[in-house]
C-alpha cells in the first residue's frame, strides 16, 4: 500500500461519509438536483475512464450508452405500466441494454488504429441521435416522457439521489478492483504498447472489448437513472455532443487512468456546469469556458490534477530532504537512473 | 422517376464536390501532420458566417468576399495550429491534439452564439436561387459554382503540393518528420502553413454551405460528423478517396432523399460502417491496421 | 526446457528490396549463436520472419521438429520462442514489476507469478528497481528489462537483438554473464550483436549475413578470418565495436 493509495483511500471514504449525509443536511431540493446530477456523472465519468482510461481508446460516443439505457428505461416505463418504485427495476435491465449494444459496436470499432477509433465513436453518436429523432419507437425528435412518481415534493430528490450514489460508489469499487486486477494491467499494457503486449500473450480484443462492455453497462444505467430524474426523453438532450466533452474534460482534468482523477473531475465540474447554467441564461458561457478550461489542462496539465499535484508533492518533499541533509552530503534518494545500482543475483532455480 | 433520379446523381455528384473540398483540408492535415481537426466543421460555419457578415453589412458579393475570407481563415487557421497544438508532444499527441481541437470548436461556436444567437441565417446572391437547363432538368447554379470552386481549389492545391519547394517540403514532412528535419525543413513552419491550408479551404466550403441551406452555430455538428465520416470511410491521409467518398455520400444522399429523406444521412453512415468491418483502414488507406 | 531453432530457405522482398535471399540457418539446442552482418543485411528482417511480426515470400521456420512458419507472434510466443527488440519495447507507464507479470502464463498461481518475476529481477539486478515505473529507467536498465519479461514465460530459445547496443562496457560484460548462466542452464539463444568482442567471447557459434545471404557459418574462430566476412565488412578487421 504507497502513500498515496492510502491518501486516495481515505479521501473517498471521508467523501462517502459527507455523500451519505447530505441530503438530509442540505435539504434545498436545487442543492440535491445537483446532487444527483453530479453523482449521475461520477459513475459516467469513472465508467469512461474504466474503459479509454485504461485502453487509450478515446470514446466520444460513450452518450450512445448513455442514450441507449436511457430510451430503454423510457420505453419500458410506458408500456410496462410499472409503479414509480418498481421502475429502478428498470436500471440495470437498461444497463444490460446498453451493454449488449456495446459488443457489436465493439468488434466494428476496436479492429483500428487509436485515432480512427475516436471518429468512429464519432459517427456512432451521430447515427445513434438521428435513429432516436426518426424512429417512432423512440418518440421521434420531439421525445418522450417518462412517468413521475408522486411522491412528496420536498424529499422528492432523495430516492433519486441514492441509488445515484449507490452506482456512484459502486463504480469507483469497480474502478479500483479493475486496477488491482490482471484485467486491467493487460488494458494498460494494450496502452501503452498494444502490439508488444498481444506479441507476449494479452488477447487484445477481448480484453477491450471486455471493458467496453463494463464501461458501457455502468453509463447505461446512469442514463436511466438520469432520465427518470429527467422525466423527458429528448434525441437532443440525450445525446448531447457536450455531455461525451464533458465527461472526457472530468477524467482528463482529474487524472485519466487514475481511480479518483475522474471523481474528482466530475465533483469539481459538474457542479460548476450546473452553476454555470443557472446564472447565465445563455448556453454559450459555459461552452466557451469549457472549451478554454479544456485547453488549459490539455497544454498544461495534461495528466491531470491528481497526478500532477501528487508529483509536485514529491518535488517538495525530495526539496526537503535535501535541505535536511548536512551541507556536503548529498541526500540519499533512490535514484532510478543510476547504472551502478545493479545487484545481481544467481541465476533462478528451476530453469524448466 | 428516371428523371429523379437522374438528377438526384447530378446533384450528388456536384453538391460532393464542395464537400471532397472541406475533407481534403481534413485529410491533409491528417496526412501530414497526424492531426484529425474535428473543428473543422464549426470553422466551416464561422466561413459561412465571415461570409454573411461581408454580405450583409459591408454589401460584399459572396464570391469576391472568398478574397477576404480565404485569407482570414487561413491566418486562422495558422493561429490555432500556433497556439494550441505546435506544443503538444508525446505518445498520445494524435489524441491530444484532437481533444484539443474539440475544444477549440467548442470556443468558437460559443463565440459564434454569442455574436449572432441560434436564429437560423442564409446567404444569398444573385446566383444562389437560380438554376440552368440541362438534359431536361435544372441544375442550381449554387451547385455548379461550388464544383466549379471545389475543382479549381484542388487544382490549385495539388499544384503547390507538387510544384513548389514548399509543397515539397509537406509531401518530406508527410512521408518522415525527422529526416525532413534533418535535411533543413522548419517542420514547425510547414506544419503551421499546412495546417493554414487545411483551414482555409472551408472559408470557400462555409460560403457554398451556407448558400445551399441556411445554418445556425449548431450547425458545425452536422458538418464534422459528415466530415469526419467522409474522411474514414476514404481511409485517412488520401486527397483522391476523400474526393470519392465525398460524392458518395452526397450521391447516396440525394437518390435515398427520393424515398425517405429523415434516414438518407444515416445510410451513409451505416455504408462507412459496413466498409470499415471489412476493412478497417478505409477503402484506399495506407496504412497498417494497428500501429500505435 | 530446450530447442533448435531453425530457417531453411527463407526469402523476403519489400517492395524492389530482396532483404533476405534463401536463408538458412540453424541455431542449435543449448547453444549460444550469434548473428552479425554490417547494418541493413536484413538480421532483424530474419529475427522478424522467425518471430512472426513478418511473413517470409518462401522457406520455412522450424523450432524443434515442429514448423512455425507464419505463426503469428503471440503463438511463437507461446511454443517457447521469446525476443527482444533493438529499440527496447517495454511499458513505460506500467512498474517494472507490472511490465514483468503483462505475459502471459500457465500453471503458476498469481503469487508464484510475482516470486517468479521477482526472482529474475533479482538475477538480473534491477529487482531495486521493482516498483519504478518502467519509463523512468535508463536506457541500460531497460535492457535488463526487456530480458527479464522475455523469460518470463521459461522460453526455450530467446532471441536477443542487440542486447549489448548503446550500453556501457560493465552492463555489456554483466549481460554477458547473465547469458552465459541461462545457456548453462540449458536455454538456447540466438543473437543479433554488432559487439565483436561480445560475440566472440560469448558464443559457440557465428553465422554471418551480408545483402540478405548467409554469406558464412561456424565457430567464431573460423568465421572470423574467413575472408568473406571480412569482405562484407568492407574489408575492414573487426575487433571495435559498430
Not at chain 1, 466530475?266 to 469556458?289: D, F, G, H, R
Not at chain 1, 518535488?315 to 526537503?320: F, L, N
Request: glycine share 10%; hydrophobic share 50%; net charge neutral.
Amino acid at each position: 500500500m504507497t502513500k498515496q493509495t492510502v491518501a486516495q483511500g481515505s479521501g473517498l471514504l471521508l467523501l462517502l461519509a459527507v455523500a451519505a449525509v447530505f441530503p438530509l443536511v442540505f435539504t434545498n431540493p436545487t442543492a440535491t438536483n445537483f446532487a444527483v446530477v453530479t453523482l449521475v456523472f461520477v459513475a459516467v465519468a469513472s465508467a469512461w475512464n474504466i474503459f479509454s482510461g485504461f485502453s487509450g481508446y478515446l470514446s466520444l460516443g460513450h452518450a450512445v450508452f448513455y442514450g441507449t439505457g436511457a430510451y430503454f428505461l423510457t420505453v419500458a416505463a410506458n408500456d410496462w405500466k410499472l409503479s414509480a418504485g418498481a421502475i429502478f427495476w428498470l436500471v440495470p435491465l437498461a444497463g444490460l441494454a446498453a451493454a449488449v449494444i456495446a459488443v457489436p459496436l465493439g468488434l466494428v470499432a476496436l479492429r483500428v488504429r487509436r485515432h480512427t477509433f475516436v471518429v468512429i465513436t464519432i459517427a456512432f453518436f451521430f447515427i445513434a441521435q438521428l435513429s432516436a429523432s426518426n424512429l417512432s419507437v423512440t418518440g421521434g425528435s420531439s421525445g418522450m416522457l417518462v412517468p413521475q412518481p408522486n411522491w412528496a415534493g420536498a424529499t422528492f430528490n432523495n430516492p433519486f439521489y441514492y441509488v445515484a450514489l449507490v452506482i456512484a460508489v459502486a463504480t469507483i469499487v469497480l474502478a479500483w478492483l479493475v486496477r488491482r486486477s490482471r484485467f486491467g494491467l493487460q488494458l494498460r499494457a494494450i496502452r501503452d504498447d498494444e502490439d508488444r503486449a498481444a506479441g507476449l500473450g494479452v488477447r487484445a480484443m477481448p480484453v477491450k472489448l471486455a471493458a467496453l462492455v463494463l464501461s458501457a453497462f455502468i453509463t447505461g444505467m446512469a442514463g436511466a437513472v438520469w432520465v427518470y430524474f429527467t422525466g423527458e426523453a429528448v434525441p437532443q438532450f440525450v445525446f448531447d455532443p457536450l455531455f461525451d466533452l464533458a465527461i472526457v474534460l472530468m477524467a482528463f482534468f482529474g487524472g485519466l487512468g487514475t481511480v479518483a482523477g475522474p471523481v474528482l473531475g466530475a465533483l469539481v465540474l459538474q457542479p460548476a456546469q450546473l452553476w454555470l447554467n443557472l446564472e447565465e441564461t445563455n448556453s454559450y458561457s459555459s461552452e466557451i469556458l469549457f472549451g478554454a478550461l479544456f485547453l488549459v489542462v490539455i497544454l498544461f496539465l495534461p495528466r491531470g490534477v491528481l497526478p500532477t499535484g501528487a508529483e509536485y508533492l514529491s518535488k517538495a518533499q525530495a526539496w526537503i530532504r535535501r535541505r535536511r541533509a548536512a551541507p556536503g552530503e548529498t541526500a540519499r534518494e533512490p535514484a532510478a537512473g543510476a547504472d551502478d545500482a545493479i545487484t545481481p543475483t544467481s541465476a533462478p532455480g528451476g530453469a524448466a | 422517376m428516371g428523371t429523379e433520379i437522374a438528377h438526384a446523381i447530378a446533384d450528388g455528384i456536384l453538391g460532393g464536390g464542395v464537400y471532397a473540398l472541406m475533407a481534403a483540408g481534413l485529410t491533409l492535415v491528417f496526412g501530414v501532420l497526424d492531426i484529425i481537426n474535428v473543428a473543422q466543421g464549426i470553422l466551416v460555419v464561422l466561413g459561412a458566417y465571415l461570409s454573411y457578415v461581408l454580405s450583409v453589412h459591408l454589401h460584399i458579393d459572396l464570391l469576391v468576399g472568398l478574397l477576404i475570407t480565404v485569407p482570414a481563415m487561413f491566418v486562422i487557421g495558422v493561429g490555432i495550429y500556433w497556439l494550441f497544438i505546435r506544443t503538444l508532444r508525446g505518445a498520445e499527441r494524435t489524441s491530444m491534439t484532437l481533444l484539443a481541437c474539440f475544444a477549440v470548436a467548442l470556443i468558437i461556436e460559443g463565440v459564434l452564439y454569442r455574436e449572432f444567437g441560434s436564429n437560423y441565417v442564409s446567404l444569398n446572391a444573385w446566383y444562389v436561387n437560380q438554376s440552368v437547363h440541362i438534359f431536361g432538368f435544372y441544375l442550381a447554379d449554387i451547385y455548379l459554382i461550388g464544383f466549379g470552386l471545389a475543382v479549381a481549389a484542388v487544382v490549385v492545391l495539388y499544384l503547390i503540393l507538387y510544384r513548389t519547394t514548399f509543397g515539397r517540403a509537406v509531401r518530406a514532412t508527410m512521408q518522415n518528420q525527422t529526416a525532413a528535419r534533418l535535411i533543413g525543413i522548419d517542420v514547425n513552419r510547414v506544419a503551421a502553413l499546412t495546417f493554414g491550408i487545411g483551414v482555409a479551404v472551408t472559408a470557400i466550403g462555409g460560403m457554398v454551405y451556407g448558400s445551399i441551406t441556411s445554418f445556425t452555430p449548431n450547425s458545425g455538428y452536422d458538418l464534422i460528423s459528415r466530415l469526419l465520416a467522409i474522411v474514414i470511410l476514404a481511409g485517412m491521409g488520401s486527397i483522391g478517396g476523400a474526393l470519392a467518398a465525398a460524392v458518395f455520400m452526397t450521391t447516396i444522399e440525394a437518390l435515398v432523399d427520393i424515398w425517405q429523406p429523415d434516414w438518407s444521412i444515416v445510410v451513409f453512415y451505416l455504408a462507412m460502417v459496413i466498409v470499415l468491418t471489412f476493412r478497417p483502414q478505409g477503402l484506399f488507406g495506407r496504412h497498417a491496421v494497428r500501429a500505435q | 526446457m530446450t530447442a533448435t531453432l531453425r530457417t531453411e530457405g527463407i526469402s523476403k522482398s519489400f517492395g524492389g528490396v530482396q532483404a533476405l535471399d534463401d536463408c538458412s540457418l540453424t541455431a542449435p539446442a543449448g547453444k549460444i549463436s550469434a548473428l552479425i552482418g554490417p547494418n541493413g543485411s536484413g538480421k532483424t528482417t530474419l529475427f522478424n520472419v522467425m518471430t512472426g511480426y513478418e511473413k517470409a515470400d518462401s522457406g520455412q521456420v522450424f523450432l524443434g521438429d515442429g514448423r512455425i512458419t507464419g505463426a503469428p507472434p503471440p503463438r511463437v510466443y507461446a511454443l517457447g520462442v521469446g525476443r527482444t527488440f533493438q529499440l527496447t519495447r517495454i511499458f513505460p507507464r506500467l512498474t517494472v514489476l507490472e511490465n514483468m507479470l503483462v505475459p502471459a502464463q500457465r500453471g503458476r498461481s498469481a503469487r508464484q507469478h510475482r516470486e517468479h518475476a521477482m526472482d529474475l529481477l533479482a538475477f538480473t539486478g534491477i529487482a531495486g528497481h521493482a516498483a519504478a515505473l518502467a519509463g523512468t529507467l535508463s536506457y541500460g536498465q531497460r535492457k535488463l528489462l526487456e530480458l527479464s519479461y522475455v523469460l518470463v514465460a521459461d522460453p526455450a530459445v530467446v532471441l536477443l537483438d542487440e542486447p549489448a547496443g548503446g550500453v556501457n562496457p560493465t552492463l555489456v560484460q554483466h549481460i554477458a554473464e547473465r547469458i552465459g548462466e541461462l545457456n548453462k542452464a540449458g536455454r538456447t539463444f540466438l543473437i543479433v550483436e554488432h559487439n565483436m568482442d561480445f560475440v566472440m567471447s560469448l558464443c559457440h557459434q557465428v553465422t554471418v549475413l551480408d545483402s540478405g545471404t548467409v554469406v558464412a557459418s561456424g565457430p567464431p574462430e573460423q568465421v572470423r578470418s574467413d575472408p568473406r566476412v571480412l569482405d562484407a565488412y568492407l574489408g575492414v578487421g573487426t575487433d571495435g565495436d559498430d
